[in-house]
């Protein structure tokens, strides 16, 4: 039987999210819910050992519009999100991080803008210093600067963890990403911008939440960012000749 066409599919990648993934099901359900857009919720279980892959399943038999889906390993964040951007039927697919750090408000908005007709929309951060470690509002900021000064692209804010694309267009770019874990979030932004792909960045509040634990390691992923940085300028700077950029 062939599978009915939805408007939305959120992806959800998931590593250990005991803490926040029962809280965030209800916010991301209580705001899609409002909307009359016909949607679902793919979880995508990222070899967890926190017990998250015994509650998620739980909580996807209570909610109609939830799938889970279990990775056999890590594949990372970049290799989850794909998964579920393939398993999505839907015209406009997105993802955003489980702690709901960009709260879940902003997720309709960005999904219109997509069907106003852009490519790729995101959650450009706006911190509140306030409740925000100033260690890591430096490294964002200074990982910006380096994007759009190191590799010419003009663009705010790469990395958030808040993205949402025209499904069908964003499909040939995921083959073109390499890396498969945090620096895919470069990848995904820059090489469709290079592609001369739409891409809208809206001004989105993001609230850290102090009480949950990040991922992120800094001094280690800050290295690895780094190197793939060199690494991926080469690429690009091969494979799309700033004489033939139209940016």
Known sequence: MKQEKLDFSLVI?????????????????????????KYEIIFIDDGSTDGTRKLGP???ERYPNVKWYNNE???????????????????????????????????????MKVKEGYDIVTGWRIYKLDKTPFHRWVLSKGYNFLIR????????????????????RIIPMLALTQDKHWFWDTEIMVI???????????PTLFLRKPDINSTVKIANDTKKYFLNLIKFKKRIDNEFPKSNRKH
């Open 13 to 37: 990648p998931c590593y250990n999210e005991m803490q926040v993934l029962r809280q965030s099901l209800r916010e991301l359900t209580k705001v899609l819910d409002t909307s009359t857009l």
């Open 58 to 60: 739980q909580l996807a």
């Open 73 to 111: 390993k890590n594949l990372g964040r970049g290799g989850a999100v794909t998964r579920g951007i393939n398993l999505s039927n839907a015209e406009v697919v997105g993802f955003i991080d489980i702690d709901l750090e960009t709260p879940a408000h902003h997720i309709l908005p960005l999904v």
């Open 149 to 168: 000064n190191f590799l010419g692209v003009k663009l705010k804010d790469t990395e958030t963890g808040c993205k949402f694309f025209n499904r069908e």
């Open 192 to 202: 469709p911008y290079l592609n001369n792909y739409k891409i809208y960045e809206m």
